[in-house]
């Protein structure tokens, strides 16, 4: 099976930037849709962004002209660029990967999630 890493987390500022990786065991990154959530204390999980087989990105409201999704199709790894972090940016985030290219299809795959906290 599958497994998801993330890793580069931690605490910053508001105003700072975080570069967030999700590593896959097997090469899925490129031909599987590859979503980035986010869960807060208390609060509902949130889509973050989303990165299709073809290299097409969507995000949330609250990510757009913050937040980057790519890929590094050779390094079979998953980033989550983040910028001009707000206080309200703090969460667990996760990568999750769907079943086929398909963003629509369901997910199969999560990651044990990175915590980043703003201040």
């Known amino acids: 099976h599958v497994q998801l890493v993330e890793s580069g987390g931690g605490s910053v500022q508001a105003g700072g930037s975080l570069r967030l990786s999700c590593v896959a065991s097997r090469n899925t990154i490129s031909t599987n849709c590859m979503d980035w959530f986010r869960q807060a204390p208390g609060k509902e999980r949130e889509g973050v962004a989303s990165i299709d087989r073809d290299g097409i990105t969507t995000y949330a409201d609250s990510a757009k002209g913050r937040f980057t999704i790519s890929r590094d199709n050779a390094g079979n790894t998953l980033y989550l660029q983040l910028n001009s972090l707000k206080i309200e940016d703090t969460a667990m985030y996760h990568c999750?990967?769907?079943?086929?290219?398909?963003?629509?299809?369901?997910?199969?795959?999560w990651g044990q999630g990175t915590q980043v906290t703003v201040s």
């Open positions: 999750a990967k769907h079943q086929t290219h398909y963003c629509d299809d369901a997910h199969d795959r």
